[in-house]
């Protein structure tokens, strides 16, 4: 129901649940001061949970709550219990750094939590605190391995970035054929809050398949036809799982199938776009159900063809990752 002018259907919602952050990835946030929304311009979860029973009615059924980092939202088991009650929702699922995953795990399971990525993207603590500007690292692994013995789907996404991820090949080789966790590699975006990205930054897709197949053991593509956003590989004795989100080289924007909201409650209808349709103000203004339904679908009828990060005239959004929710 919610197609737009490519014939892209949206059945996929990322909900930012905070713009907050208790790491300073250098590819996202800043090192010091991060603006911050104002509370109060957070959505609460009554009105989430309302946004996301209208979308329900339109075709939505995949809601994946992302940030700023999910887990620093109080309560956020609470949520995912709320969303999981919603019928029609066919799957909830979280991004997050992990950090907090250990300490929440026991909670979001028991809110029907199942599937959860967790951004790691290095194994060694000396490369997490370059990335992260933090440490942490023990916990995060702590966290992955109590979540996968709880039987949830676990992934790991890690930025693809020349310099970072070139010498984490053996690590992470190793970990997902030790534990069956699948890592996929995100190429490095102009999304950063410094506007230091440029493309010689971006360790591509391609070349992370190169690497893995040259140091670890051959590759072999997977074909799966669904509508996430990684081109995954198996090794060729089938022990662990390599996935490239190759956004900068190779977009996948003609199988688009997702749309956002911030957590100050402004519909993104692309990544790379700018604020579509002012939700917060609709709910906080008594607005009816349709009139919410009319501005979903007004935010997907406007949207552009793909991210034009290659184009001469792309100009950077506004908004950094962690304000937008990745
Ligand atoms: N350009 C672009 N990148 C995206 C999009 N969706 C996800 N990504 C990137 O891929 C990263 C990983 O996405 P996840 O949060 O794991 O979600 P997913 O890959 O859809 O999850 P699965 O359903 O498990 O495949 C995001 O943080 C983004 O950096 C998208 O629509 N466009
Ligand atoms: C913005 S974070 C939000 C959720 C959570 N804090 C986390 O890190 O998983 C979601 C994802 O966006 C990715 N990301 C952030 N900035 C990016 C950038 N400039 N380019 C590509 N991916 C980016 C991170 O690696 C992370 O996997
Ligand atoms: S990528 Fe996630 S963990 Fe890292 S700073 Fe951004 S929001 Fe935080
Ligand atoms: S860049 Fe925009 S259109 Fe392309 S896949 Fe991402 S969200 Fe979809």
């Known amino acids: 129901m919610l197609t737009d002018r490519f014939g892209r259907n949206h059945r996929s919602l990322r909900i930012s649940v905070t713009d907050r952050c208790n790491l300073r990835c250098t590819y996202c946030m800043p090192e010091h001061t991060p603006q911050y929304q104002p509370r109060s311009e957070i959505l609460t979860f009554e009105e989430i949970v309302r946004f996301v029973k209208v979308a329900v009615t339109l075709g939505v059924d995949d809601v994946r709550l992302t940030g700023g980092e999910p887990l620093v939202r109080a309560q956020l088991s609470t949520l995912v219990q ?19 995953l250990i300490d929440q795990l026991e909670a979001l399971v028991r809110a029907g939590l199942k599937h959860v990525n967790v951004s790691l993207d290095a194994l060694d603590e000396e490369s997490f605190r370059g990335a992260t500007r933090r440490s942490g690292l023990e916990k995060v692994l702590r966290g992955i391995d109590a979540a996968q013995q709880a039987g949830l789907m676990v992934k790991v996404n890690s930025i693809a970035m020349r310099g970072l991820t070139d010498n984490q090949i053996g690590a992470f080789g190793e970990f997902t054929r030790r534990t069956g966790i699948p890592v996929r590699f995100i190429e490095f975006m102009p999304l950063d809050s410094d506007g230091n990205w ?26 799966d036809g669904g509508s996430s956003p990684s081109a995954d590989y198996r090794f060729d004795d089938g022990l662990g799982t390599i996935g490239v989100i190759a956004s900068v080289s190779k977009p996948f924007c003609e199988s688009c199938d997702r749309f956002r909201l911030t957590a100050d409650g402004q519909l993104r209808n692309c990544l790379f776009g700018e604020d579509s349709g002012d939700i917060r103000a609709l709910l906080r203004g008594g607005s009816d159900d349709q009139s919410i339904a009319a501005a979903i679908k007004a935010a997907v009828a406007a949207k552009m063809r793909g991210h034009g990060t290659d184009d001469l005239t792309f100009l950077r959004p506004t908004r950094p990752m962690h304000a937008i929710g990745g």
Do not use: C, D, H, Y
């Open 82 to 100: 709320q969303l999981n009650e919603i019928s029609g929702l066919r799957k909830v699922s979280l991004t997050t750094n992990g950090i907090l």
């Open 198 to 223: 440029n493309t010689s930054a971006v360790l591509k897709g391609a070349e992370i398949i190169a690497m893995f197949s040259e140091q670890i053991r051959p590759l072999i593509p997977i074909r």
